[in-house]
């Protein structure tokens, strides 16, 4: 009852904007570009739409087309792995989370349009995020401080992924159909998704889409233990041996000369859903209805004696509407909101163990302002409360609530070569946990401010500097017990202070005559930077993993180019790179636990109008700065190819592509990931993919 009579006077104003707008406009907001349906050659930034492209406060990459269907996989974090500046916790096939910028959890946000993914995901790594990538239209990957638009707690960046279910423009033809297949050799992976938008009369449009994937237990390349961990395995099973006990010998021995496919590393996921929308000259409102459901298992340790699954499902309901005010102060009024109820229960050899439930409420109205000589920006208020529960003999973490309510602002001023941009957020945050008496409340007020500077055409340098205040999370304050997934015992603080941050940025972009190269570098200083760490310790016979706060320090950067070599009969020939780099230390102290090395990536494709042809060679380095009790990671190299055909001449709409991952079948491992020593990335993948949007 406490969060619907929040939501609903939370939402009740928002909605009643809505509805009392006079008219909505066909075009009430960006169209996505690219080679998708839209066809436009502007590129547009959706995520922030009324400042010209959020160069100066955060570096912005863009996934849609043909290159989000190749890179589709069943969790968005590996979807996004091969951007700059993105990792993947790669915890398993079924739950792998997108870092930015080595941050994770709550300092690296996922969201639908402007809005969080209202799940468990940031709980804990094991916790599958609940977005289908195959409801996927277009994804934004947003670094640096530009992220204060919608979080004080998202100090990495954010992921903004638009779907389709709420329709953003009416088809001109009797409807307009989006659909993916795809199939992999790996671990048999198969996934379909269709989406079908239908013009009812000229204002109204409606949507629907249904999405399945199933994938079984994914092949790797070398032996699934890690060297350290083969070599505990051996151990015990030579203290077996001493024992008397052949049988357990025998097992932990063939556990640690395992190869092959990853046991008990399957998934499924199946999603649905429904949508309308009103658009009209001055506006436009719409309305969904989502359905996800996954279910996935958790490879096991042979060490530890548990073999979890989890089962998860999620109802979601969003909101989003726009008003058009015509020429005076303010150009437009954007509305978003969404609900949603989601649950999983973790299973342990089958029978069921604990259940997480999350319901939660997200809104957020923005005011964009006219263009008045060069002078433009947004301007907004957010609020979000989560009803938060773990429930069973592994509850880790108390039953809790957390409310924010925050007012933002992005400006901008453009003065000949010169811009100027500016933001300021200021969050209030209360989280509650009735049961042990918890109530703490906590203010914080963060900003930034960049310049650039064009220094000639197609070249731009600019500068940043940024203040943050990040209040702690329940699960930083509370987390308190074993947790079976992962195989850990979590305790963290309930007296932990705010951390804050000052941070840089420095970046130089070029982009002209079909070259581009940009350069970023970035830096922070942290004063009680919360962290999770192994302690080296046994609690409930699990390792005891916990949250300190200290000084720290974290600085990179982050490097994309591209340049045409030829043109060839039909064929355009161009080289590209990317690499990144982040370290993390603890201020006279060790280095901060699973932090991605250096990465490089370079790649050779010919393009013509109807085929495509890749390869491409990544390289990861050996990862030895490490925390006390981590374990360093080996560096591997991957190549990559692929070829896409267009059958139908002069249309992007229709694509077939044939792709190999890790053609040369390595053992590699993220050290991003919790379970890096014992569930490898996948070895040779061969992929067949096939893409229509008509």
Known sequence: MRLLSTAGFTLAPVIALAIAAPAFAQDAAPQPTGDDDYHTDQPIVVTAPYVRSLDILGNVSVMEGEKLAKDIRGQIGDTLASQPGVSSSSFSPGASRPILRGFSGERAAVLVDGLGAIDASSTSADHAVSIDPLTAERIEILRGPSVLLFSSQAVGGAVNVFDRRIPRSIPEAPFHLDALASYGTAADDKSIGASIDVPVGQRFVVHADGNYRDSNEVRVGGLIYAPELRAHLLDLAADATAGGDADEAARLTDAANSRGKVPNSQSTSKSAGVGAAFIDDGGSLGISFGYLEDAYGIPPRADIDEVPTIKARQYRVDLRGEVELGDGLFEKLRIRGAYADYAHTEFDDGEPGTRFTNRGIEARAELAQNDRGGWRGASGVQYSFRDFAAIGDEAFLPANETTRIAAFTLQELERGPVTLEGALRLEKSQVRAESIGFDRSFSSLSGAAGLSYQLAEGLKASVSISRSERAPSAEELLSDGPHAATLTYERGNPDFAKETSWGGEASLKFKRDGWSAGLTGYASRFDNFIYETDTGLIADDLPLFEFRQNKARVWGFEFEGAAPLAQIGGFSILADATADMTRAKITDGPYVPRIPPLRIRGGLEASSERIDARAEVEWTDDQTRIAPFET?????????????????????????????????????????????DYVPLAGRDIRLTARASF
Do not use: E, Y
């Open 632 to 676: 360093a990671t080996k560096g591997f190299t991957l190549v990559n190819a692929s070829l896409t055909w267009r059958p139908l001449p002069d249309t992007k709409n229709l694509s077939l592509t044939l792709a190999a991952d890790n053609i040369f079948d390595v053992d590699a491992r993220r050290h991003a990931s919790f379970t890096k």
